[in-house]
Structure formats: C-alpha cells, structure tokens
C-alpha cells in the first residue's frame, strides 16, 4: 500500500500580469503542501510593461521585454492553459473558456489588465500590449509615409508611447499627443512637466491639451471642444477600464468594470475571489493604474493566497502612498520623480534600465524548489488498491453525460460489462494499444493527445478508426476534483475521437498518484489494402508526414528551458491526427509504412528495413524538426528513452532528432520515386508539414542499415 498527498486546493491565476507572475514565482521558490496552482494565459509570453517603450524603440529584443510562461510555470510545477477567459461563474467556482470544459477553482485570483477607455471600437487600444505590437507591426507596414497618428491620453504612459513612437517612426509619420488636461503629465512635480513638454518639441510630436476625444470617424478624430484633427488612426493610452466579463459575472466592480477589493486583496463580494492590477481597485484608498503597483501586489497577493488555502487570516497590504516614477524620453535619456523631487537625464535613464532588467531576470535566472509533497507523503490518506481504485459512480456517470455520442449514440452506452462489435462484412480489424502517463498540465490538452497517439496505429495500416476503449486514472482528491480532472481529459479525447469517426464504446476509470490515460482502438479496413512495414524495395523514397522532437520539447518543458511558443508548436502537432496524412498517402498506393513514436524515426525505420531485408540513406538536412527541438538538443537535453534509441546509430551528435521519442508523431512511408514527389505535393497542399528524408537502398553486410547524409 502507498499513500499520497492528494490535491486539496486549487487555486487559479486568471491572467499573467505583473502580480500573477511574481505569485508564480514565489510558489516555485517554496511551494505549498496540497495546492495546485493553474495559470491561464491569454498569451504564451507576457509582456512587462516598463520596457514597452524601449522595445517600440528597438532598445529590447522581444525576448529581454517578455516573460515566457512555460518556463515559468514549470518552475512552480503549475498547469499552463494558454486561452482567452469569456465569463466567470464565481458561485459554481468555474471559468469558461471557449471549446473546452470550465475549469473549476477553489480561490481565484484574477488579473487580467485593463482596456483603455475609449469612444466606440475605432483606433487601436495600448492594452493588452501583446495585441497592440502585434497592430503595430501592421501599422508600420501599411501606412504611407507622411501619415498623422493621434496618441490619446496625456498621462505617463500616453507621453511615453508618443515619445517612443517618435523615435520608431522618425521621418516616416507625424504624431500628435491628446491630452485631457491643461498639459501632459499633470501630476507630476513642475521640473518632470517641463522636461517631458521639450523631449515632445525635440521629438516633433504635436500636442493639443485640455480637450478630450469624442469620436473618431473616417479619419476625423472630434474634439471636446468642437474641433477636428485629420489622422490615419488613433491609439488610445486613456484610463483603463476592465473588461467586460468582469462586471458580468456578477463580482462587485467600481463604474470602471474594475473589481473591488479590500486592503487584502479579496473582493468585498467573493471572498474566495482576489484581484489585482489593473483590473482591480483598492477600496477606500485605490492607486493608479500603473504596472509599479501590480509589481508591488505580487507579494501581498501571494502570501494571502496560501492563508486563504490553509484557511488562515488574511493580512491587509499597506501600500506606499507614493513611488518612483521615471518616464524614458529616448536618447538614453529619462525623467524621474517621487515625492515632489525630480531629475532627468542619462543617469535617470541608466537606471530605468538596471531596475527593469533586474526585475526581468527574477522570471528568468530561476531554480526549480523541490515540491514538499515529493513523489509519496507518508502522513497522507490511504486509498485502497484492491478494490480497483475505481472512481466512484456518481462521478463517472456525471463524466460520461457531458460526452458527445456523435453519430452512432448506440455504441457510446457504457452499461453493459464489454462493449459488443459487429464488424462489417469483407473486413478486417485492426487493434492496438497505448497508455501513458500525463506529461502535459492541462488535462484537457492531454487527453486530446492521447488520443491522437493511439489512432496513429491505425493510419499506419491504412485503416479507419473505428472504436476505443478508455484507460483512465486520476489522483485521488475530493469528488468535485476527480470529476473535474477526469471530466476534462475524457472531453478532450472525446473530441479527437469524434473527429476521426471513432465512437468511445467503454473503458475504465481508476485513482492513482497521477493522471493518465490511454486507448486500446479498433480500426476498420479492407483485407486487400492493409499496409505493413514489409514491402520497401531499392530506389523507395522515404517520406515522413510531420516534423521530429516532441521527446526533446517536452523534456525541455520539464526542466523549464523550453519556450512557450516551442511547447505550443509541439502541442499542436501532438493533438493533430494522422487521419489526412494517411488518406493522402494510400491514395498513393505506397508499400509500406508506419508512425513514429516511442522508438525514434530510426527506431521505426529499422524494423521497416528489417522486415525488407533492405537499407536506406537519410538526408539529415532535409529531416522537419519542431521549432526549439535542434536548440534544446544542441544543449544536450533528451527524453529518457533516447540513449536506447541510439544503438542503430550510434552516439553522433547529429542523430538526436532521429533517436527522438515522439508522442503521437507522424507516419513514415515508403513510395516508389515516380508516385513520391506528387503525393508530397498533395500532402503539401492539404496543409501536411511533410518531407521527402532519404531514400531505400541495398542492405549493406559491413554496415548497419541506416546510413546518414
């Protein structure tokens, strides 16, 4: 018998803004018994707004400005999920996320930024950055030289983008700067107003003052004050507002859309709700929205988030009444003030750098702390074993109602003790087996992979997906938690399912120390078009039907090198079935083939060649990898099975990719030469990342069966 500390409080960060990020953090940095932390972020990498204006100025890379969340996240051992958020349901405790299950939570905190306040849907919003640099690279391409752009908004981050935007767009289009009050920056002491009001002389950006927008039609941004100014377009940097889900949930917000909140940090509506940024105002006492004060929630927000979840007192924030404040004017040059002292200058500059390159490298010169929990707690509950470990009933009935039936609802029943098949006449029926344990965060991720995975069998041999049965374990915890988890991994592979034709006719669920799941599949096809690994001949073009390195991803994920768009490119092609690969390529007539999986491109092309008694030569450089895969394998980072996958080929470096584990990677067939170059062109055109890698040759005696090129 084992025992293990189950989950026993799940807390989600909705939104990576500047306090979520450094809650992340400070959980990696000491994690906390029994909790699981889940972020969902709109964007794999969060932009850190103090270095927005360098970056516009090409003073930052995109990757110095930018936290890479997957990185991050693995440190603190918490799910990733990468989407948007459309509504809260703070009584149920669920968060809906556009096609997939609602992701349930005991304490939410949520820090999503804010929207600029503006007139209608025109012009383009500063926030959330990463759509706006995303429209400003659109912008600078498509506007003609000469072209005016209104900046709105008369506060440090108005002043800042327009004095930014000058440098960029310097000699190309003309600026104006809209401010609300008498002049820019009213707040700030007197010698701050007057450097910004000559950095925007010397920058040649036009200021109108005291006025407020009102519209903004066919090129005509409307004044306050009966005016007009003639602009391409409008970027609005005004006062923030929150988005719209917020108030609509039904969580306490000011006029604004913004949550209110105690001294706390917990809504004075939801107390298992907390807020911060932005997005959140400090009742009684708010501050600006400013990212300094996001910066400054993070670690009042993350220490009130273990109270909560040990069910503790909560400890009030006192945030300083004042804060430095430096504004970069370009050049190398900023202005800083607090507390009615200011300076500007280089120096002023210089520093604006080191704080935030010092603040950068707190998300990214990180070391993982061991979990308390460890691989087994003495001190947690024992669960029998010998009963099966099933979940309980009323849990997985509750699971199977939320499963689309598809087309034959007749074989998707679950109540008889096996499922009952009648094949149809003239054929055969292909079967396999795969299960493996999670090694993606986000259950409903995982089981949409899964599931992909097991098909592959099947396209290997020409056949059509026909049934599958589940496997399915989940760590022990309270009901509401199996049901969740359990609930999201059976969607997912549900939905792949659904889509390759394959009804789920039965399975079984069991708790375990951790989450996984696997299929054994039913195919369906004719006993005169089944495809072996036998049959290659000499001259036989070699083509593989998506790109290598899913083992080294993943494994760079695990140890939090690998960056998110790497993980998200990787997710991608493991939840993308085989099913058009394969229809393209029968219709080919090839004479062999296979997937590759746990044994490598090398691994599976050997048995291949061994069936044929044949050889083959692969072209190295034309062999498709995952973005990141030849990076991260250049550091000397693999997945566990890749030293047995080497033996064919020995230890040269340049093998890594070919002695890869992949989960559910592509298939590898063989083509004569005249039929390969056009079904490479249909694989092509129906959006497959295929390749033609090497070709069968003569099996050599003094050789092994693969050579390399």
């Given amino acids: 018998m084992q025992s293990f500390h189950p989950v026993e409080t ?39 707004s103090g270095m927005l204006p360098g970056l516009i100025r090409s003073e930052y890379t995109h990757a110095e400005a930018h936290i890479d969340l997957a990185p991050l996240a693995a440190m603190a051992n918490a799910r990733l999920i990468l989407a948007e958020a459309t509504a809260i349901d703070p009584d149920a405790r669920t968060i809906s996320i556009p096609g997939r299950p609602d992701t349930p939570f005991d304490f939410l905190s949520i820090d999503v930024g804010g929207i600029p ?69 009213a707040t700030a002491p007197a010698f701050a107003r007057r450097a910004v009001r000559q950095a925007l002389v010397d920058a040649n950006v036009e200021l109108v003052s005291g006025v407020t927008v009102t519209a903004l039609d066919s090129g005509r941004l409307s004044l306050s004050d009966g005016s007009f100014i003639e602009v391409a377009t409008a970027l609005w940097a005004t006062g923030v507002e929150g988005p719209a889900f917020l108030a609509a949930s039904g969580i306490a917000c000011d006029r604004s859309g913004c949550i209110r909140v105690t001294r706390d940090l917990q809504s004075i509506s939801h107390p298992h709700i907390f807020a911060a940024g932005d997005c959140a105002t400090l009742e009684g006492d708010p501050r600006p929205k400013a990212g300094v004060w996001a910066v400054r929630a993070g670690a009042p927000l993350t220490e009130n988030l273990r109270r909560a979840a040990n069910g503790q007192a909560l400890k009030p924030w006192k945030p300083q009444r004042d804060a430095l404040a430096i504004l970069g004017l370009g050049h190398g040059r900023a202005v800083a003030w607090r507390n009615g002292i200011a300076v500007q200058g280089r120096t002023a500059g210089w520093l604006k750098d080191r704080i935030d390159r010092r603040w950068m490298r707190m998300y990214t010169d990180m070391q993982m702390a061991p979990s308390p929990d460890g691989p087994m707690r003495p001190d947690g509950p024992m669960r029998c074993g010998g009963c099966g470990a099933k979940v309980s009933a009323d849990v997985l009935e509750s699971v199977l109602a939320t499963l689309p039936r598809g087309e034959n609802p007749d074989l998707l ?97 069991a708790e375990a120390s951790e989450v996984a799941l696997g299929f054994a599949v039913t195919g369906l096809v004719d006993s005169g078009k089944i495809l072996r690994k036998a049959g290659l001949q000499p001259g036989d073009q070699l ?21 998110a768009h790497w993980l998200l490119a990787a997710i991608e092609s493991m939840r993308t079935t085989n099913a058009v690969a394969a229809r393209i390529a029968m219709a080919y007539r090839p004479r062999a083939g296979t997937d590759v999986t746990g044994f490598g491109l090398a691994g599976h092309l050997q048995e291949m060649l061994d069936a044929s008694n044949l050889g083959a030569v692969l072209r190295l450089e034309s062999i498709p990898a995952l973005p990141g895969a030849r990076t991260l394998a250049a ?71 693969i050579r390399l090129e």
């Fill in 10 to 48: 799940d807390i989600v960060l909705l939104g990576a803004g500047h306090a979520h990020v450094e809650v992340v953090r400070r959980f990696a940095m000491r994690p906390e018994p029994g909790v699981r932390l889940t972020l969902i972020g709109r964007e794999p990498e969060t932009p850190y």
């Fill in 117 to 185: 306040a503006a007139p209608g849907e025109s012009g383009i919003a500063v926030k959330p950055i990463g759509g706006f640099l995303d429209r400003l690279h659109r912008l600078e391409a498509e506007l003609p030289a000469g072209a005016r752009i209104a900046v709105v908004g008369g506060g440090p981050g108005g002043v800042e983008l327009a004095l930014a935007l000058a440098v960029r767009f310097a000699g190309q289009l003309r600026l104006v700067l809209v401010s609300a009050t008498p002049e820019p920056l």
């Fill in 413 to 509: 029943t679950f109540r008889d003790d096996a499922a009952v098949l009648k094949p149809p006449l003239g054929k055969l029926l292909v079967q396999s087996v795969d299960h493996f344990r999670a090694f993606i965060d986000d259950p409903f991720v995982f089981g949409q992979i899964a599931a992909a995975h097991a098909l592959s069998d099947l396209y290997a041999m020409g056949a059509e997906p026909w049934t599958a049965l589940a496997i399915a374990s989940v760590p022990y915890g309270s009901k509401r938690k199996i049901h969740a988890d359990l609930s999201a991994m059976l969607q997912g592979a549900n939905q792949v399912l659904l889509e390759a034709g394959c009804a789920l006719v039965g399975g079984h669920t």
């Fill in 543 to 563: 083509i593989l039907t998506k790109p290598l390195g899913t083992g080294i991803v993943l494994a760079g994920h695990m140890r939090g090198n690998a960056r």
């Fill in 635 to 705: 550091h000397g980072i693999e997945s566990t099975l890749a030293p047995d996958n080497r033996r064919p080929l020995g230890n040269a470096p340049e093998t890594a990719l070919l002695v890869d584990p992949q989960t559910s990677g592509g298939l590898l067939f063989g083509l004569p030469a005249n039929r390969a170059v056009a079904c490479l062109e249909a694989l092509r055109d129906a959006g497959v990342n295929a390749a033609i890698i090497g070709e069968v040759e003569a099996a050599r005696e003094d050789a092994g069966r």
